[in-house]
């Protein structure tokens, strides 16, 4: 992976969270992107209308026998030829609907179908196309994915933690691997899918069960789903296993939750939420859930999930009891998932360039669903950790347009701009036109391409076209060019005059293409008589501003909501920022305890970051005062350190006072460390005492770390810990 040619020597909101940024040789993070070749929409002269896919599943022998009917209309005069995507399989035979056979090549991923007589524009017909496949094992690397991506349709072995399984993954081509179709966004049909497996297996795919057919003499069970509404071929879904499938419901609209055996009543906490969030997004988007139901079923092998229509997939590492769920909530994926049934599910996108359309906002809905569930300060920290992801992909990998046709393969376009950048700057559209006209321009969307695909420009129309007002200068900077504004802020208090100045500066490289920002901004000002918040324009490379106070600014507030996706710098005085410790909202407390890292040797600062670390409300606040006073390791913070790690309510933080206690490598630590690990109920923190032994290189621990390598554990943390310990250690002589 190429790698950032300069890093400028600025904070950024994760010195928190311990990112390191790496120094790139060769290429500039525009210039990696800019070594991506442009692609052009694929257009094709037939419309696919409806499939009809069956498939007989036969796991022994990783095999499948399919059917799949394709109707389709002529978009174009003179229809001779129709071109499918046809990977993986063979096709043995295709007919048309008076079951004449019709010639076709199968080459190159391509199944080309001459018709038996060509078709005028406007005109129906169908293909009826017969294949198979054998030993299916799909080389996802052959096809732009990375190694172990479930591309298609894959037969999974059972193991230790999962039964034998069969399940789909159509995004972003993955479709073509499992039936002829046009595999691209732009074509939405219905479908009926039926599966035939083996009579102890259950199945589930798109769309409503119409029916389940028993063949004891073949000892199969056929089901058979029609989807009704539109959709592209990468919302495509088929799963099938000895699942347990527990019922629910939201209102008339059937819940299942599909799980191994003996995983019910994890499944049953973890999903429980389901119905709150569809309620949520219903209210949010002014739109009723579009589908005749939802189901969500769990398979080995992926993180997060894979949304489908009326049918997500989502990884089994997503399933903990009550107590895991505190370490590893679930919340986050499941919501994004069931946001995507409105977002890229109803409306999709004509092409990949597009993508965002999708992805930002089910990644929006996922941060006000947390806001609204958890409350604020959780919805703060959500959005800041969304902030990270993309600069941090900005400073380490490439900076684009969100907006752009520029990809080699489509999934590159599946990354933190379309995600993390995208949901920030809805959410600043949102800060700056109001929540409730963002409601509006949302239901109208999703109201006036209900069904059928969009390109960036119909969600410009209908913003220009709800809210009465010309945006497109939010937008082009924000979507349609590179970057973010890198700002360097500083004030001053001129006593007599009882003003305080501000001075703001953009300082990005606007020569790859970033903009000079045009930016609303609150700023608060904070004094012995109150709260002042100022609303200001910054359009310039350089402004400044003077603002009558009634006394001297106990804090100066930039951003205040913390709204803004930005770098910056504003030096502040020690007092400043030990008043912004005790006295801002959680992200403000956060950053002046970052901040504060630096200026140790005051001995005020070290017992304010102590009784931030040991008082605060918010348990990332405490954390953050305790990764600054780890910043510059102090033999008096011993006893403190081993305190927090087994006195803070929440894991997190005990986990991090554990990592700082190895890196001390003091010897009456590390008995300690061990019985933390034996003692302490979090996975996290077993996690964290297995890094910190990590740090005594001279000690002989190499059978506690293989033992501990074999242990299960939520995301296999204990495992992944265990086994970087053991990596390169050094063998200890007897």
Known sequence: MNKLHKILNRFVLMVILNTTFTILADETPLEVFQSRAAQTLRLHPFDVTHYQIALSLV????????????????????????????????????????????????????????????????????????????????????????????????FKAASATNPQLINTLSFPEGARHWFPCFDHPSDWATHDTIITVKQDYQATANGVLLSTTENPAMGTRTFHYRQTQPQPTYLYVLVAGPYSVLPATYGELPLQYWVY????????????????????????????????????????????????????????????????????????????????????????????????????????????????????????????????????????????????????????????????????????FRDMVGSSMFQRIMQQYLQRHAYSNAITSDFFAVVAQVSGEDYQWFFDQWLLKPGHPILEVSSSWDDQRKIVSLSIKQVQDTDNGTALFRLPINIAFVTTQGKQVHSLWLSEKQQHYDFVLPAPPLLVRFDEGDVLLKEWTFNKTTSELLYQLRQDKAMGRLWAATELAARLSEPQVLLALQQTAETDVFWPVRQAALNALSSQPKASLLGWLQQRSSTDPKSQVRASAVRAMGVYRHPQFMAFIKQVYANDQSFLVQAAAIEALSHYPDVDLQAFFEKAALRTSPRNVLAKAANLALKDRPTINP
């Open 59 to 154: 796991e022994r022998h990783q095999s499948f026998v399919g059917r799949t009917e394709v109707h389709f209309i002529a978009t174009e005069a003179d229809l001779k030829h129709v071109v499918l995507d046809a990977e993986t399989f063979v096709v043995r035979a295709v007919h048309n609907s008076e079951q004449t056979p019709l010639i076709f090549t199968q080459a190159n991923g391509s199944l080309d179908v001459r018709l038996a007589q060509p078709l005028g524009k406007g005109q129906n017909s169908k293909l009826i196309i017969q294949y198979q496949a054998t030993n299916v094992d799909v080389d996802p690397t052959q096809f732009g994915m990375k190694a172990g991506y479930d591309l298609g349709l894959d």
């Open 261 to 428: 055996p003996g995983k019910e009543d994890d499944a049953a906490v973890t999903f429980a939420p389901t119905a709150k969030m569809i309620d949520f997004f219903e209210n949010l988007y002014g739109v009723k859930f579009p589908w005749a139901k939802y189901a969500q079923i769990t398979v080995p092998g992926i993180g997060g999930g894979a949304e489908s229509t009326s049918a997500t997939v989502l990884g089994d590492s997503l399933v903990h009891n009550q107590q895991n769920l505190l370490d590893f909530p679930s919340n986050r994926v499941i919501s994004h998932e069931i946001a995507h049934q409105w977002w890229g599910n109803l409306v999709g996108y004509r092409d990949w360039t597009h993508v965002w359309l999708s992805e930002s906002f089910a990644t929006l809905g996922e941060y006000l669903y947390q806001a609204d569930d958890l409350g604020e300060d959780e919805g703060a920290w959500n959005l800041y950790n969304k902030k990270r992801d993309y600069l941090n992909e900005a400073h380490n990998k490439f900076i684009r347009a969100i907006v752009t046709n520029k990809w080699d393969r489509p999934d590159q376009m599946f990354d933190n701009h379309s995600y993390a950048k995208g949901a920030v700057i809805l959410n600043m």
